[in-house]
């Protein structure tokens, strides 16, 4: 009998449908994430030439938001679907230690890069646009910064509108939010 209760229990608890896999060190590893050396001038030339955006996920250890962005957002078919098509995507840790090189050629590593560039925030999401301004680092070159987690209809709107070359399309990040 106690077997019985206790195969019961274990079917009854939730099993969460888009959970993402964690990595070694504690961030979540979906299968479209770009791997490389974080050389992030190389990254945004390879995903133009490919006719891609680079989009950087800013990401910590045990952060709850970036779990639910990673099991609840992410993993929405429409907006899953259109990052497979349209993004390279380039995580970064908010302590991490690894070393990578910022679009004006400072090496640093990711915890004083997302320093650099005002982060403080996670998940925070970067949108770069194809062609930055010259010399520019991250912070600077970004069409687009988006600390936390958003609704599914709220990002797939920012991530059609980064897509389409964001503020090409005349208007504002803060126009698509606005709908």
Same mark, same amino acid.
């Given at each position: %009998?106690?077997?019985?209760?206790?195969?019961?229990?274990?079917?009854?608890?939730?099993?969460?449908?888009?959970?993402?896999?964690?990595?070694?060190?504690?961030?979540?590893?979906?299968?479209?994430?770009? /791997?490389?050396?974080?050389?992030?001038?190389?990254?945004?030339?390879?995903?133009?030439?490919?006719?891609? *955006?680079?989009?950087?996920?800013?990401?910590?250890?045990?952060?709850?938001?970036?779990?639910?962005? *990673? /099991?609840?957002?992410?993993?929405?078919?429409?907006?899953?679907?259109?990052?497979?098509?349209?993004?390279?995507?380039?995580?970064?840790?908010?302590?991490?230690?690894? &070393?990578?090189?910022?679009?004006?050629?400072?090496?640093?590593?990711?915890?004083?890069?997302?320093?650099?560039?005002?982060?403080?925030?996670?998940?925070?999401?970067?949108?770069?646009?194809?062609? !930055?301004? !010259? &010399?520019?680092?991250?912070?600077?070159?970004? %069409?687009?910064?988006?600390?936390?987690?958003? &609704?599914?209809?709220?990002?797939?709107?920012?991530?059609?509108?980064?897509?389409?070359?964001?503020?090409?399309?005349?208007?504002?990040?803060?126009?698509?939010?606005?709908?």
């Amino acid at each position: %009998m106690k077997r019985l209760f206790l195969s019961l229990m274990l079917l009854s608890q939730p099993v969460a449908a888009g959970s993402v896999p964690l990595g070694d060190d504690g961030l979540h590893k979906p299968d479209w994430l770009k /791997n490389g050396f974080k050389v992030l001038a190389e990254d945004l030339q390879d995903a133009a030439a490919a006719d891609r *955006h680079l989009l950087l996920i800013v990401e910590q250890r045990g952060c709850i938001y970036c779990a639910k962005l *990673h /099991n609840e957002v992410l993993t929405d078919p429409r907006i899953d679907s259109l990052i497979r098509e349209r993004f390279d995507v380039v995580q970064v840790d908010l302590f991490g230690g690894t &070393e990578l090189t910022d679009m004006d050629g400072e090496v640093l590593t990711e915890k004083r890069a997302v320093a650099k560039w005002g982060v403080a925030v996670t998940p925070t999401l970067i949108f770069l646009p194809r062609t !930055p301004p !010259p &010399e520019a680092d991250v912070g600077r070159a970004a %069409m687009a910064v988006i600390p936390g987690v958003l &609704e599914a209809d709220d990002l797939l709107a920012v991530l059609e509108w980064a897509a389409a070359d964001g503020p090409a399309t005349g208007q504002d990040i803060a126009d698509i939010l606005a709908r």
